[in-house]
């Protein structure tokens, strides 16, 4: 709380002050200064609790501040409807992408592209993050459209039909935020999408990538499209499928692992080289005759012969699943 004297010259009265902070999400970091109320005398002194309505007055002002920073504006808003964040269970029909386009000024038929961005280090605040994204997006297009959910973040190029300068703006990105905040991006990206009424679906196949690749960092790299991550996302997905109905993962597979770990470990090498003995020694690193005598004691002790393929297709998924639990 401050007094400020009055000032004649100025035709000032006197006043009060008082400074309005927010409370950061962190215990840990200080009051955060967002503003101040005044009140100057009128007519009459000001009240014997002018100083304590003050105060409340800026506990007051802090809360609807923090309601109105939380709340998306009407232009976020829009955006997060044409991604179909704000109903994922429903897409938007071509008559609301046609009005959200021309409230966004937008040409609902013109080619785009959708890049999803996400996060694993938890230390960066998801909104500052984006603000940092939307900046450099703004940078690079004029029209760029971005909207966050979570540690997502969506940036959205209208007419955009090729990705060569999209894919070296999103690895500048990367870089400059890797070098400058210290934080490890990924990205997706979806190009071309066909008008704006396929946003929404390409913002569903995004996040696919983005969730295959929190669990498989090395087999999708840093920055992908979805052409290039579908075998791989795909194939994590099935397995995640039949991860969650124990009745699919074939319990011979299932012994043979707990039972013996290295015939288990031949096994998926044998697979993966389609029953190449030579590279599947070269992977497991022993003689060629110790895999192929290892094969017959699985085929043995199994009852089956791994020449089939619908055997090593439930074998493969099931070690899969296996090595995943």
């Not at 012994?255 to 020694?281: M, N």
């Not at 074998?315 to 090595?323: A, K």
């Amino acid at each position: 709380m401050v007094r400020v004297a009055e000032r004649p010259e100025l035709g000032l009265r006197p006043r009060l002050a008082i400074g309005i902070y927010q409370s950061p999400a962190s215990a840990r970091r200080p009051p955060v200064f967002t503003g101040a109320i005044w009140v100057q005398q009128g007519s009459q002194p000001l009240a014997d609790d002018a100083e304590e309505m003050l105060r409340g007055a800026a506990v007051l002002a802090a809360r609807i501040m923090s309601r109105l920073a939380a709340r998306p504006s009407t232009h976020a808003r829009r955006v997060q409807q044409l991604l179909g964040l704000t109903d994922p269970d429903a897409a938007a029909a071509p008559a609301d992408v046609a009005a959200i386009a021309r409230e966004l000024g937008l040409a609902a038929d013109s080619t785009a592209a959708l890049i999803g961005w996400d996060s694993a280090d938890t230390g960066t605040r998801p909104a500052r993050l984006a603000d940092v994204v939307a900046l450099s997006a703004s940078a690079f297009r004029r029209d760029a459209q971005v909207a966050s959910r979570g540690s997502r973040i969506y940036v959205l190029l209208p007419q955009t039909a090729t990705t060569r300068s999209v894919t070296s703006w999103v690895r500048g990105t990367i870089s400059a935020l890797r070098a400058e905040l210290g934080v490890q991006l990924r990205a997706a990206i979806a190009a071309p999408v066909a008008g704006l009424a396929g946003v929404a679906a390409a913002r569903i196949e995004v996040d696919r990538v983005l969730d295959s690749a929190e669990r498989h960092p090395i087999s999708i790299g840093q920055v992908t499209s979805l052409a290039e991550a579908r075998t791989t996302v795909l194939l994590d997905e099935i397995v995640t499928l039949v991860g969650t109905d124990q009745r699919l993962v074939d319990p011979r597979v299932r012994d043979l692992r707990a039972q013996d770990p290295v015939l288990a470990e031949t096994l998926r090498a044998y697979l993966d080289s389609f029953g190449d003995i030579a590279a599947a020694a070269l992977w497991l690193q022993v003689h060629p005759n110790t895999v192929r005598y290892r094969v017959r004691r699985i085929e043995k002790l199994l009852s089956t012969s791994l020449t089939d393929p619908d055997v090593r297709l439930l074998f493969s998924l099931g070690l899969r699943v296996l090595e995943r639990a």
